[in-house]
T-cell receptor, first 117, second 108 residues
Framework: GAVVSQHPSWVICKSGTSVKIECRSL??????MFWYRQFPKQSLMLMAT?????????EQGVEKDKFLINHASLTLSTLTVTSAHPEDSSFYICSAGLAGMGRETQYFGPGTRLLVL | GQNIDQPTEMTATEGAIVQINCTYQ??????LFWYQQHAGEAPTFLSY????GLEEKGRFSSFLSRSKGYSYLLLKELQMKDSASYLCACNQGGKLIFGQGTELSVKP
């Protein structure tokens, strides 16, 4: 149980284009979904917290107009990188929160590797 | 603010025991997670501690001391496949704040 999928797993795009990444919780309904970015040899940095039916909460320094998050249902959240530039090349990972048993655990998707040329 | 510290890298021998430490200073602390991450892959959940003490799960154990802001992950009977990055993360009001990760290399 607690499987999270991401699509696509990798994408190469030209500078200036937009890229959409999907995150799905396959066998549970996620109360909250999170989006992280990880640069090589660095740890995960939280970009935003997404709750179904409400606006995402962005971390300091993350441009909400550049990284659009839509959380249409309890099993799907999307991240759109608008007007991507080479510095946006990174490993984007989503996680879905599962509350219960007195704790909240996050289960991670397999990640999406983005390369902007 | 928050500050989470782990050693950058560690090396250990196959079959041995290794302890990876994590110290933290964070507001609104609500538990500490350990994740394992192999290169190019997403993190996988290892353990969660919210109360002081030791949680044992097979070859892996995790310890927490809230008063000291300290946790460790203990890996026993090391295997080559345990070579990975180990991430300590604090639950801060439902958000996970990650440390830099400890790159563990297991050698024969």
């Amino acid at each position: 149980g607690a499987v999270v999928s991401q699509h696509p797993s990798w994408v190469i795009c030209k500078s200036g284009t937009s890229v959409k990444i999907e995150c799905r919780s396959l066998d549970f309904q996620a109360t909250t979904m999170f989006w992280y970015r990880q640069f090589p040899k660095q740890s995960l940095m939280l970009m935003a917290t997404s709750n179904e039916g409400s606006k995402a909460t962005y971390e300091q320094g993350v441009e909400k107009d550049k990284f659009l998050i839509n959380h249409a249902s309890l099993t799907l959240s999307t991240l759109t990188v608008t007007s991507a530039h080479p510095e946006d090349s990174s490993f984007y990972i989503c996680s879905a929160g599962l509350a219960g048993m007195g704790r909240e655990t996050q289960y991670f998707g397999p990640g999406t590797r983005l390369l902007v040329l | 603010g928050q500050n989470i510290d782990q050693p950058t890298e560690m090396t250990a021998t196959e079959g041995a025991i290794v302890q990876i430490n994590c110290t933290y200073q964070t507001s609104g602390f609500n538990g500490l997670f350990w994740y394992q991450q192999h290169a190019g892959e997403a993190p996988t959940f290892l353990s969660y501690n919210v109360l002081d003490g030791l949680e044992e799960k097979g070859r892996f154990s995790s310890f927490l001391s809230r008063s000291k802001g300290y946790s460790y992950l203990l890996l026993k009977e090391l295997q080559m496949k345990d070579s990975a990055s180990y991430l300590c993360a604090c639950n801060q009001g439902g958000k996970l704040i990650f440390g830099q990760g400890t790159e563990l290399s297991v050698k024969p």
